[in-house]
């Protein structure tokens, strides 16, 4: 069982930066897609990002493409979101997902098996 904890969030001015983090616990993700999703209440789940559980793709939603990117740790055992020139419209809950072993990354919630709490960014204009 894979378990998921997002950190990093927090207050930003618009135009900052921050990077997400994703650490998983139980066992390393190294043949796991993974991806980042954020919501904001009353909307559904929104794709933001993903990497195949290979390496060989990343994937972006057109709203965050080059200003956000996603990486890996060395070990495969974390991941990453960086966020760079953010907006007040990216403010939201990230979430970090991953899929089962190697399964493909898509950008529908319903693709990622495992899933962590959360964690706000707040973007100020």
């Known amino acids: 069982q894979v378990q998921l904890v997002e950190s990093g969030g927090g207050l930003v001015q618009a135009g900052g930066s921050l990077r997400l983090s994703c650490a998983a616990s139980g066992r390393t993700l190294s043949s796991n897609g993974v991806a980042w999703f954020r919501q904001v209440p009353g909307k559904e789940r929104e794709f933001v990002a993903a990497?195949?559980?290979?390496?060989?793709?990343?994937t972006y939603a057109d709203s965050v493409k080059g200003r956000f990117f996603i990486s890996r740790g060395n070990a495969r055992s974390t991941v990453y979101l960086q966020m760079n020139s953010l907006k007040p419209e990216d403010t939201a809950v990230y979430f970090c997902?991953?899929?089962?072993?190697?399964?493909?990354?898509?950008?529908?919630?319903?693709?990622?098996?495992?899933w962590g709490q959360g964690t706000q960014v707040t973007v100020s204009s």
């Open positions: 990497d195949s559980w290979n390496g060989i793709s990343t």
């Open positions: 997902a991953a899929t089962r072993p190697y399964s493909g990354t898509y950008g529908s919630a319903s693709s990622y098996n495992y």
